[in-house]
T-cell receptor, first 112, second 115 residues
Framework: GNSVTQMEGPVTLSEEAFLTINCTYTATGYPSLFWYVQYPGEGLQLLLKATKADDKGSNKGFEATYRKETTSFHLEKGSVQVSDSAVYFCALRYTGRRALTFGSGTRLQVQP | ETGVTQSPTHLIKTRGQQVTLRCSSQSGHNTVSWYQQALGQGPQFIFQYYREEENGRGNFPPRFSGLQFPNYSSELNVNALELDDSALYLC??????????????FGQGTRLTVV
C-alpha cells in the first residue's frame, strides 16, 4: 500500500535558520506529491506540489523536489520566520485514486 | 468567491449518540472529501462524493456515512459514537474533473469531542 513518512518533530529553529523537513513515500506508480501547512486553529493549506519526477515545487520561499530514485520530497527553506511556525504535512495522491494520503505531520517552531 | 466552510466549529457528544457535520464547498467545486484528523496525527481519508454519489472510501466502518446535495454541499454522519471518534473532521472540495494534479481546498474543520 501507499504511505508517507515524515521526520518527527517538533523542529525548533531560530529565525533566519535553514529548514529541512524530510519526507519519504511508498507508492506503486507515479503519485503526485504535496506539502500542506496547518496553522494553529486552522484547516490545511496547500503549500506546494510536484506532479512528476524531478519537478520542483516552490511557494513563499519553500521548495521541494520530487526525487523518484530516493522516493523523497523533502521540504526546504533558506531562511525561516516566526510566522512559519505551523505543522507541515507531506502527502501523496496515489495514481488512480482521489484520496490524499498524509504523513503524520512535523511541527515547526521558529523562535525570534 | 467563498471558501470551504464547515459547521459547527466545535461539538461535544456522548458515546452512543449520532452526529451530523456539514460542509459547504467552494464555489464551482463539485467534489467533496472528508478526512478525520486525530490529535497529533495526519488526516485520514474517510470518503469522497462526486455528483451526489460516493466515489471512493477509506478504511472506515459503515457507521460513517455521508450525503452530497445538488448544490454540492455535504454532510458527514457518524452513528453510535465511540470515544476514538474524537477528532478534527476536515472537509475538502475540488473543482470539476478533479484528478491527481488538482488542488483540494480544505475547510477549517469541526472539532468533535466524544465523552
Amino acid at each position: 500500500g501507499n504511505s508517507v513518512t515524515q521526520m518527527e518533530g517538533p523542529v525548533t529553529l531560530s529565525e533566519e535558520a535553514f529548514l529541512t523537513i524530510n519526507c519519504t513515500y511508498t507508492a506503486t506508480g507515479y503519485p503526485s506529491l504535496f506539502w500542506y501547512v496547518q496553522y494553529p486553529g486552522e484547516g490545511l493549506q496547500l503549500l506546494l506540489k510536484a506532479t512528476k519526477a524531478d519537478d520542483k515545487g516552490s511557494n513563499k520561499g519553500f521548495e521541494a523536489t520530487y526525487r523518484k530514485e530516493t522516493t523523497s520530497f523533502h521540504l526546504e527553506k533558506g531562511s525561516v520566520q516566526v510566522s512559519d511556525s505551523a505543522v507541515y504535512f507531506c502527502a501523496l495522491r496515489y495514481t488512480g485514486r482521489r484520496a490524499l494520503t498524509f504523513g503524520s505531520g512535523t511541527r515547526l517552531q521558529v523562535q525570534p | 468567491e467563498t471558501g470551504v466552510t464547515q459547521s459547527p466549529t466545535h461539538l461535544i457528544k456522548t458515546r452512543g449518540q449520532q452526529v451530523t457535520l456539514r460542509c459547504s464547498s467552494q464555489s464551482g467545486h463539485n467534489t467533496v472529501s472528508w478526512y478525520q484528523q486525530a490529535l497529533g496525527q495526519g488526516p485520514q481519508f474517510i470518503f469522497q462524493y462526486y455528483r451526489e454519489e460516493e466515489n471512493g472510501r477509506g478504511n472506515f466502518p459503515p457507521r460513517f456515512s455521508g450525503l452530497q446535495f445538488p448544490n454540492y454541499s455535504s454532510e458527514l454522519n457518524v452513528n453510535a459514537l465511540e470515544l476514538d471518534d474524537s477528532a478534527l473532521y476536515l472537509c475538502a472540495s475540488g473543482p470539476r474533473g478533479e484528478g491527481e494534479n488538482t488542488e483540494a481546498f480544505f475547510g477549517q474543520g469541526t472539532r468533535l469531542t466524544v465523552v
